[in-house]
Nanobody
Framework: QVQLVESGGGLVQAGDSLRLSCAAS????????MGWFRQAPGKEREFVAA????????NYAGSVKGRFTISRDNAKNTVYLQMNSLKPEDTAVYYC??????????????????WGQGTQVTVSS
């Protein structure tokens, strides 16, 4: 099994920055792609960013491109999401996810096998 634990969420003002972390434990060798998703109240879970095992391939949602950066430290089994220039519309619960399939960085929540419990990010205007 794989356990994913997110941290780093909080309440910030518009324009501020936050860095989310997701620590993986257990059978971490089975995780290939790591992704971040978010879910706002009353909305469906949506893709934010994903990164391949090597870190050489990344993918971002259009709404965060240029503001958010995903990275990973395989030695620490940790993936990060640096969020800059935060906006009120970024307010959501942010989830870390792991995908076992190699060769493609996927954006559908249904493609991911492992999920963390989520961390709340609230951006005030």
């Amino acid at each position: 099994q794989v356990q994913l634990v997110e941290s780093g969420g909080g309440l910030v003002q518009a324009g501020d920055s936050l860095r989310l972390s997701c620590a993986a434990s257990g059978r971490t060798f089975s995780i290939v792609t790591m992704g971040w998703f978010r879910q706002a109240p009353g909305k469906e879970r949506e893709f934010v960013a994903a990164i391949s095992r090597s870190g050489g391939i990344t993918n971002y949602a259009g709404s965060v491109k240029g503001r958010f950066t995903i990275s990973r430290d395989n030695a620490k089994n940790t993936v990060y999401l640096q969020m800059n220039s935060l906006k009120p519309e970024d307010t959501a619960v942010y989830y870390c996810a792991g995908d076992r399939v190699a060769g493609v960085v996927r954006v559908s929540p249904g493609s991911y096998d492992y999920w963390g419990q989520g961390t709340q990010v609230t951006v005030s205007s």
